[in-house]
């Protein structure tokens, strides 16, 4: 077999190989570039009162707990919080997608709504299939997404290098 067509081969499989995958993390990162643009996505960072975060960890426990679609009743359920001081908010962000924003000084909820756009960053990540995807799976992919772009570069350069030496004969 000579080394063109050892090199087209190994382009034709790896492409047929790592397709999904790469299809998945294409549309996934579409997604995650434009998730701000969309509500729908991810909820739209709300104002609260400007001034230096003043409520407690105990008050924004109970302000959690007194939203019911959220499922907040331990700290177990929730994933984290996300204080953005320039905007006077905090985010708090449920194990159950639900993100409840709160005034940081005053623990008013100001909004809640549902955060698809994690769920689309563990499919971009492959994590939704299994924690660890990203070692088994994604990179293995990445390897061979460089092989097929060497051997992408070879498809296409050869022709013009054969024309050339053709030519110089």
Known sequence: MTFAKLNRTIHKWGSIIIALPIILVLI????????????????????GTIAPPKISFE???MASKNVEQA??????????????PSKGVI????????EIQLDASTAQVLQVAY???????????????EK?????LTLPVAVVLVFLWLTGLYLFFIPYIKRRKQRNR
Do not use: M
Request: glycine letters at 4%; charged letters at 25%.
């Open 28 to 47: 996934t990162g579409i997604l995650l570039l434009v998730r701000k643009e969309f509500a729908y996505l991810q909820p739209p960072t709300q104002k």
């Open 59 to 61: 008050q924004i426990l």
């Open 71 to 84: 499922g907040v009743s331990t700290w177990q359920d929730i994933d984290r919080l996300d204080v953005r």
């Open 91 to 98: 985010k708090v962000r449920t194990n159950s997608s639900w």
């Open 115 to 129: 955060r698809r756009s994690d769920f689309i960053e563990s499919l971009h990540d492959l994590t939704f299939f």
């Open 132 to 136: 660890n995807a990203h070692l088994w």
